[in-house]
């Protein structure tokens, strides 16, 4: 899963299932909504960490607190990718959502 800010555009880190050179479009869905969006990119893929990941650059409006499946297509029209993104602004994903329990309990071991 990719976490990614609200905006018109982000930066997409992903394995590719085979090894890709030019990524021929993308299709983003918005499973909130259930709306896709088809993103032709034909651009060079660039590689990262000895060939590890790949990143792409991809120009889509992501609304906060959505939620978007993401299939990425090689130059041959064969699905390279699969993946979900989340959209949230918060800098943490757990920032205020954890509260530790205290009580006054007291244990008894033998």
Do not use: W
Request: net charge negative.
């Amino acid at each position: 899963m990719n976490i990614v800010t609200p905006g018109a555009s982000f930066i997409l880190n992903f394995i590719p299932k085979h090894e890709v050179e030019i990524l021929n479009s993308c299709i983003l869905t918005n499973k909130n909504k259930n709306t896709a969006t088809t993103l032709v990119k034909d651009t060079t893929i660039t590689y990262y960490d000895a060939d590890f990941y790949c990143t792409a650059d991809i120009t889509a409006t992501v609304a906060e607190g959505e939620q978007y499946t993401i299939t990425i297509y090689n130059d041959l029209s064969v699905v390279s990718y699969t993946g979900l993104i989340y959209v949230t602004a918060l800098d943490t994903l757990n920032e205020g959502g954890y509260t530790e329990n205290t009580t006054t309990n007291e244990y008894i071991t033998r």
